[in-house]
């Protein structure tokens, strides 16, 4: 059964930087596309950034300058190193990852800005 395990999420205030880590386990499978989704209160789910497994990275734009995605693959994890976070990158953040016949989910790690 594979897991996704988000962490590094927390309180931070405006200005501030975060880095998200997420764990794969248990996927008999390589892992290929792994990436971020975020979700504000009240809000849709969004899409962060992803990275292909020959790393290339891909970000939505408000992600572009602020945001860095990375992997290593050794260790079965995806980054997501956040800068300049604003109150608006206020939301649980979700990790995926594209292994075998499937895409699973993590149950997302919380980020609050403050102002």
């Known amino acids: 059964q594979v897991h996704v395990v988000e962490s590094g999420g927390g309180l931070v205030q405006a200005g501030g930087s975060l880095r998200l880590s997420c764990v794969v386990s248990g996927s008999e499978y390589r892992i290929d596309d792994m990436g971020w989704y975020r979700q504000a209160p009240g809000k849709k789910r969004e899409y962060v950034a992803h990275?292909?497994?020959?790393?290339?990275?891909y970000y939505v734009d408000f992600a572009k300058v602020r945001f860095t995605i990375s992997r290593d693959d050794s260790e079965k994890t995806v980054y997501l190193q956040m800068n300049s976070l604003k109150p608006e990158d206020t939301a649980d953040y979700y990790c995926?990852?594209?292994?075998?016949?499937?895409?699973?989910w993590g149950t997302g790690t919380q980020v609050t800005v403050s102002s």
């Open positions: 990275i292909t497994r020959r790393g290339t990275t």
């Open positions: 995926y990852a594209d292994t075998g016949p499937g895409r699973y």
